[in-house]
């Protein structure tokens, strides 16, 4: 039994011109104690994903199924001890923490809600919490306000108030992508010290490729084309040998920090394909793909297993070069 | 490379400072650099340590209370510290433009795009012949940023993408035709395929219009993927300045920069050969004595914790501001 089910979910949202589609029939399920990397462009609709696992959103079609019961059905106790199992760490720690919250008033009432410690042993308990996401742990230091931290500073905090309550999943939205660049190792490694800690999943969503790689390693990709997955499989795979053109493109366009090889890569760069909308009838992704054909056009190609565990929604998989060409064996 | 060309842009020992008195905060502190004609230069550096502070300084418009307390910026020969009101202004609508820092979110948005091109023409209408020759280099400007004029001009921004406000603020500050451009973090919040685009718009303009671009970052794969010389500051300070290729494969490198290329999540890298930077960015207020990075330098000797590195250069110009590494370096030369 899966810990995540997402189970043939659509949704849409609504806008002056009509309803736009944000996820067409998603399915995707989550071990115990897996990583599972959801990645593609603004707007493909990866942060609804992770809006609804964590509950704070409903499928317009479709359920979500955490420990095998639908989410939408749960109430009572039972809705309270899913919330608690079930962790976000948003993108922004600028917006994330309530800039009126001391550290300990940000950390604290979520721990006694849930009863996890008896309130006179919160303080201890809120200290132990600081040591272990590396922060000062100190009683100072609860007294301090977000705009007195360092946005990796704040970024620990927020990780400090997803694992005060013991969760079983983790969403991670992007959640190194407002830090710099030598923060970003330090608070990946800290999300994946918890993992080796407890059994933890994380639903990891990120759109740079070098990121999921450190973060995923063993764990599952999967790439999301406006609300279509187009691809997935285990990470390394995914990303040595990607079988979606859409895959492809995403980690040609990766900057990549050697100046030799940005020039090389630049000389062969394919046209770009970076625009052109999602098509409604035919594959979804034609508009901008570099191998399509008429068949492309007409009808839809399904998520399709090509070798173990690796799917791709693509009739022409074995156009897509593997990553080696890609990286400048030229 | 040796610059043999006038610079378009120098920096010239250079100290911004916030406040005043003992208390006084050094954000820029002994910054020299120069920009030739045509260079794509990046100031790289982490949250902090005075990159977006320089390059206010280059359009002198330090935030107070920040104020040059020593140094000057120069353009094209001349101090900005000693022009007046009315030529500061001049410089920055017909010589260096800037684009800000979320830049995608400084449009007006509750009038159209277009009306605050309008807005730009009239506010500058000795710039054109007329109002409709004006419009049509924004015109101009938007096809080469890769975007489609007529839905543009219509729009709010809340009705662009991200990375699409990003190229309209870009074409905007070209409208006046300036010769030098000025970015801080013109990729930062993009996803990949937008910051891809950015990069690629930002090249081409650089050929086609025979720019100067400095631009601020903090991420050094868009900086191999874009620059031609490179500044890195730490804490206030050059640590290391060069060409592109120097800063990234020459073995005569500051360690804090080897730290931060080897500190980048490269789809290149596998999960083995990353590792993190130890410890953290000292606090203005409470600077170490000797070299800023020592604490966290692998490579620090006694002499580090002592005194503060000069920046050296060797014959082509890769200068470096480091002890341990300078010790090898015979015939250098001291700045």
Not at chain 1, 87 to 108: F, R
Request: proline share 6%; glycine share 8%; with cysteine.
């Amino acid at each position: 039994m899966s810990l995540v089910e997402v189970d043939n979910v659509s949704h849409w949202y609504p806008t002056t011109a009509g309803d736009r589609p944000v996820l067409d029939q998603v399915n995707l399920s989550l071990e115990h104690d897996d990583i599972l990397a959801v990645v593609g462009e603004s707007g493909c609709g990866k942060t609804t994903l992770g809006r609804m696992v964590v509950g704070e959103d409903a499928p317009a079609q479709g359920r979500i199924r955490f420990d095998d019961r639908d989410v939408a059905g749960l109430r009572g106790k039972d809705f309270k001890a899913y919330r608690r199992a079930v962790q976000v760490v948003h993108q922004d720690p600028y917006a994330s923490l309530n800039p009126g919250l001391t550290i300990e008033d940000t950390l604290g009432p979520a721990i006694v809600h849930h009863g996890l410690v008896r309130r006179r042993e919160l303080q201890g308990e809120l200290i132990r919490i600081l040591a272990e996401v590396g922060l000062d742990a100190t009683r100072a230091f609860l007294r301090r306000y977000p705009h007195q931290l360092s946005g990796g500073q704040r970024q620990r905090v927020a990780i400090a108030r997803a694992m005060s309550l013991r969760p079983r999943l983790v969403v991670a939205d992007e959640p190194t992508s407002m830090l710099d660049v030598s923060m970003r190792l330090a608070i990946l490694d800290l999300l994946l010290s918890f993992r080796e800690q407890r059994q933890l999943a994380y639903l990891f969503i990120s759109h740079d490729f070098g990121v999921v790689r450190y973060f995923s390693q063993a764990g599952r990709i999967v790439v999301m084309f406006y609300g279509v997955l187009v691809e997935e499989g285990p990470a390394e795979q995914v990303i040595q040998h990607p079988r979606h053109p859409y895959t492809y493109l995403l980690l040609q366009a990766i900057p990549v920090p050697d100046p030799g090889l940005a020039r090389r890569r630049r000389r062969a760069a394919i046209e770009e394909h970076t625009e052109g909308a999602p098509a409604a009838v035919g594959c979804i992704f034609q508009n901008r793909c570099p191998f399509v054909e008429p068949q492309c056009r007409s009808s839809r190609p399904p998520l399709t297993e090509l070798t173990d565990g690796h799917r791709s929604a693509c009739f022409f998989p074995d156009r897509v070069p593997d990553v080696d060409h890609l990286l400048g064996a030229y | 490379m040796t610059v043999t060309s006038e610079p378009v842009l120098s920096v010239n020992d250079l100290t911004v400072a916030f406040g005043a008195g003992p208390g006084a905060i050094k954000a820029v502190e002994q910054v020299s650099l120069q920009v030739a004609p045509g260079d794509i230069y990046a100031v790289v550096g982490e949250s902090g340590c005075g990159k977006s502070t320089l390059a206010y300084s280059m359009l002198d418009v330090i935030p107070p209370p920040g104020r040059v307390t020593s140094g000057d910026v120069q353009v094209r020969g001349r101090a900005l510290g000693s022009m007046s009101r009315s030529e500061l202004n001049q410089l920055r609508s017909a010589e260096v433009s800037m684009v800000f820092q979320a830049a995608m979110n400084s449009f007006n948005p509750v009038t159209t795009i277009g009306r605050q091109v309008e807005d730009l023409l009239e506010a500058h209408n000795r710039v054109f012949d007329s109002a409709a020759s004006g419009r049509a280099y924004f015109d101009e400007l938007l096809g080469m940023v890769r975007l489609p004029t007529e839905r543009i001009w219509r729009s709010y921004e809340h009705q662009l993408s991200g990375g699409m406000k990003q190229r309209v603020a870009i074409a905007v500050a070209l409208l006046l035709h300036p010769s030098i451009l000025i970015l801080d973090e013109p990729t930062t919040a993009l996803d990949v395929l937008n910051q891809r685009l950015v990069l690629d718009v930002l090249r081409n303009l650089h050929a086609s219009l025979g720019l100067s671009v400095v631009f601020v970052t903090h991420d050094l794969a868009v900086v191999a993927e874009l620059a031609s010389r490179v500044a890195v500051m730490y804490a206030g300070r050059l640590v290391e300045s060069g060409t592109v290729d120097e800063i990234f494969t020459d073995e005569r490198r500051h360690p804090y920069v080897a730290a931060l290329i080897s500190a980048i999540p490269s789809v290149l890298a596998e999960g083995l050969q990353v590792r993190p930077i130890a410890g953290q960015v000292p606090n203005l207020a409470e600077l170490p004595a000797g070299c800023r990075f020592a604490p966290r330098c692998p490579l620090a000797r006694a002499i580090c914790r002592e005194a503060e590195p000069p920046l050296v250069a060797d014959r082509t110009g890769h200068a470096v501001a480091c002890h341990v590494v300078n010790e090898k370096l015979v015939e250098g030369t001291v700045q």
